[in-house]
Structure formats: C-alpha cells, structure tokens
C-alpha cells in the first residue's frame, strides 16, 4: 500500500498536495470509477505490456489505513484497487499512485517467496523499471 508516512508519500507530497478545494471537488466529480479503471489499463498496457491481472479501482475512505492508495488480495491474487478520495487530489497524482500499486501487483508474488517486505528490492526494482520506461518514451 501506498503510506501516507512513507518516503513513497513524502516524495510526492510538495509536488501533488497544493491543489485548491474547488480544483479537488472537480477532479472528484469528473473523475469516476470507469476512469481511475482506464487510468489502470493504461499502465498495465504502457508499463507491462498488459500481463498484469485486470482489478476493479475504486474511489475508497483510507483514513483509518492512513493510506493513498490499496489493493487487495484474495491468496494472492489482486481483485480491487483502492484510491482515497480525500487525498488523491489530481490526475497525476492518482496516475502515480496507481503505478505504485500496480508494482505490488507484479511483484506480490515474488516478494512474498523471497521473504521481502513488499516494499523491499524487488517492489523497488519494479518501481524504477517502470520510472524508466516513462523518461524513456
Ligand atoms: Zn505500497
């Protein structure tokens, strides 16, 4: 999951969270659940050539996860994204979020053999994998 205290959150904080409420109501109200989907699909097709799983992203309350950004698993295997409505607060914003939570959907498996925290190395390499390919187009 994406943390809110997390050196993930911290980078991103100075840059995304400066975005005045009426700008934050409008993202919200054009921004549904078909469209945080698409944003999805787009990464998984740009960034892994499609092979990720296809989950449902929806608009969530993490308040009390203190989290941007979730996705759960059922033994294993990923069915829902969420994004919290009250702090992701623009497009680019929910776009990097979602590419974080994509990476622990690619690397959930491997991670978890290799006995890593799900932010270790190989959730890391993913990150910079990705990271790479969007300076690269
Ligand atoms: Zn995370």
Redesign the pocket.
């Known amino acids: ?3 809110r205290g ?1 050196t ?1 959150a911290a980078s991103f904080r100075h840059r995304n969270f400066v975005s005045a409420r009426p700008e934050h109501r409008s993202f919200l109200n054009q921004t549904g659940q078909e469209d945080l989907h698409g944003f999805y699909q787009q990464i998984n097709q740009d960034s892994f050539d499609g092979k990720l799983p296809d989950v449902r992203v929806n608009w969530g309350d993490l308040t009390a996860a203190d989290a941007y ?1 979730i996705t759960h698993f059922d033994r294993g295997t990923p069915y829902l994204m969420e994004l919290d409505r009250e702090t992701v607060r623009s497009e680019s914003f929910a776009l990097d979020v979602i590419r ?2 994509s990476c ?1 959907i690619a690397t959930n498996h491997e991670a978890k053999q290799r006995n890593e925290d ?2 270790g190395p190989t ?1 890391t390499a993913c990150m910079a994998r990705i990271q790479n390919r969007a300076d690269n187009d």
């Open positions: 999951m994406a943390l997390s993930y950004g974080h939570e622990h799900p932010h959730f």
